[in-house]
């Protein structure tokens, strides 16, 4: 593979040019582009951006979700030697704008109007800002100087202008040491940091990800995970297509299980949210249904579950047994398989942890699934689990050529050419997340297992001390709350307090089943919350999940909360990380009034 990124590109174009590279949604189906296609468009685009005044080392944006023109205009930039600056298309204004600044974006892709209209009014103070590109037929006049043209249009100005001009856009010679991109972090404390990311950096993820997961031309992939997060891009794109897989972009996150099924892809790339929304959907679906069904459903799980237990522990497996899995395969397993199309060969999840409990009730299920670990500032993976070697509560061993290892207060350090250039125009963040010999402070805590697996013990920012002095890591606790079918989300709360309490969203449609059952008469969402039988039935739920917790983890005072954090709503970070200090402000009362009560 070449030391940069676009001759990589083109090396592999070359080598399937008539293969899909990508697959988008068209009128309800699927379209393809060849590598051939793509190649061209990332050509026009180029050829369109260098009249315009693009040159090497400016700042390119691209504000949008995914879809085959964020691979085009980012592609291009590199071509050009631009700095790309991906923006989540979820973020608040305010962010967008203080991104655009810091990273003096010169050259902006938008994806739509609700995205580009908000803006315009802030066009003003967007000093470096000079070109808009939107991936729709543009609507509306620009203010503030700022020139506005379309994704179509550029194309077939950069057709033009590639046949009159052949020397225009010119493959710049980046080194493998050189600034690819700027990727800001999700700031799930303070303001966003811009991560300096190079092609060395990245693309030694690419090869240790294709090598480990043996990635190839037979692979296709749906991509659905933001490709602002440097997990989507390193993996679901990079990785994909300098592999020559294929890439079929979702709809939306709304019609995922319908493009899996249609495109039926042998690789998911996922952070946790997405199985455990996935897993409840099911489970409530089979529980809520007729009695046959939902008694399968309860004999498959214990029984792969019993199977499992003695498979891996070496000991004889009962014939019943044996044939009872057989039939429980057949009858049920098989049908839950074709959900995901009937093809997949792998699921990889990172992001965040994944509970133990899915992460083994999946595997039994016959999906073999594989746990990562990884940041921004690694581009991202550290470690991933070698398929066949995996073990649950582990993130499986380091990528090669990247060194882990326990720094003080058990936290976790790496070494490697994945490791970021530094934080953009932030010295003194650089100098305190690395250090002299080059080791990145994570601020993750963990260790090792006797087989080399890294287990993630917590995060140093968000380990809570109480006021005795016990730490308590929150994360641990939040995913045993998810156990319970009741509990969508769960935030907990307790540093420098006497005890924990906790913020709980609950799943509105089994609460909502459950009172009918029940009988509980009720106006509102928010008055159901309030009755005592459902207060009782969340204190029940919560002792029950937090059972196997010392004392001082256990949960003393709750509060049912009606609306979920979102990322619209700003509890959420992109990454669907809980921003814990905006948490912890927005409902400061109530959290105030929980102790008090108690």
Known sequence: ???????????????????????????????????????????????????????????????????????IADLAAIKLGAVVVPIYHTLPLTTVCYILNDAEVSHLFVESPDLLNPLIPHFGELKSLELVITFFEQLTKTSAGKKLVSFTSLRAAGSRARLGNVQLAQPYPAQPDDLLTICYTSGTTGEPKGAMLSHRNILSNVQAAIARFNVSEKDL??????????????????????????????????????????????????????LEKVYNAVQEKVLTGPPLPRRLMIATIRTLNRYAILKSANRKIPVSLALKKKILDFLVVRKLRQLGGGRIRLIVSGGAPLERKLARTIRNLGFNLVEGYGLTETAPVVCAAVPGEERIGTVG????????????????????????????????????????????????QGRFDSQGNLIITGRIKEIIINAYGKNIPPVPIEHALLCSSFIEQATVIGDKRPYLVGLIVPARLTLEDYARENKIAYQRFEELLNHPQIISLFRSEIDRCLAPFASYEQIRKFHLIPEPFTVENGLLTPTLKVRRNEVSRVFENLINSMYQEV
């Not at 090669?400 to 125009?425: C, F, H, Q, S, T």
Request: hydrophobic residues 40%; neutral net charge.
């Open 1 to 71: 593979m070449q030391e940069t990124i676009y001759p990589a590109f083109c090396q592999v174009a070359q080598r399937y040019a008539r293969r899909p590279a990508l697959l988008h949604k068209v009128g309800g189906r699927f379209q393809t582009i060849t590598f051939d296609q793509l190649s061209q468009a990332v050509d026009e685009v180029a050829f369109a951006l260098a009249e315009l005044g693009l040159k090497p080392g400016m700042r390119l944006g691209i504000y949008s979700y995914n879809r085959p023109e964020w691979v």
């Open 221 to 274: 992939l749906v991509s659905f995970l933001p490709l602002c997060h440097m997990f989507e891009r390193t993996c679901g794109y990079y990785t994909m297509l300098l592999a020559g897989a294929a890439i079929a972009y979702a709809e939306s996150l709304q019609t995922i299980r319908e493009d899996v099924t249609q495109v039926k892809p042998t690789l998911l790339i996922v952070v946790p949210r997405v």
């Open 397 to 444: 061993k380091p990528f090669p050529g990247v060194e882990v290892k326990i720094g003080p207060n058990e936290e976790i350090l790496v070494r490697g050419p994945n490791v970021m250039l530094g934080y953009y125009k932030k010295p003194d963040e650089t100098a305190q997340a690395i250090d002299p010999e080059g080791w990145f402070h994570t601020g993750d």
